[in-house]
Nanobody, 123 residues
Framework: EVHLVESGGGFVQAGGSLRLSCVAS??????????IGWFRQAPGKEREAVSC????????YYADSLEGRFTISSDNAKNTVYLQIDNLKPQDTAVYYC??????????????WGKGTLVTVTS
């Protein structure tokens, strides 16, 4: 059974940085060709895909709207994926969810979701 556990959210001032972490269990980054990534949902808005990574081949996806401020990476030995967010803006305030899927990322019906970690950016 796959489990995804996020951490790293919190309060940060605009212009600051955060690194979110997601520890995955139930599959292995180096041997399972799964996709893992991040979605977010801001207050009053629909959930949106942020970034994805296939650790087995290091291919990545980023949403067009991110302005180059987000970087996804993984530590395959720790089965952990990270999302570095720089120059945070108030509009980045959202619950960030770690997601995984045995096929592709992103798509509307990702197979596994974490419980989310809240990022609040103050101006």
């Amino acid at each position: 059974e796959v489990h995804l556990v996020e951490s790293g959210g919190g309060f940060v001032q605009a212009g600051g940085s955060l690194r979110l972490s997601c520890v995955a269990s139930g599959f292995t980054f180096t041997t399972d060709d799964y996709a893992i990534g991040w979605f977010r949902q801001a207050p009053g808005k629909e959930r949106e895909a942020v970034s994805c990574l296939i650790p087995a081949d290091s291919s990545t996806y980023y949403a067009d709207s991110l302005e180059g401020r987000f970087t996804i990476s993984s530590d395959n030995a720790k089965n952990t994926v990270y999302l570095q967010i720089d120059n945070l803006k108030p509009q980045d305030t959202a619950v960030y969810y770690c997601v995984a899927d045995p096929s592709v990322c992103p798509h509307d019906d990702m197979n596994w979701w974490g419980k989310g970690t809240l990022v609040t950016v103050t101006s």
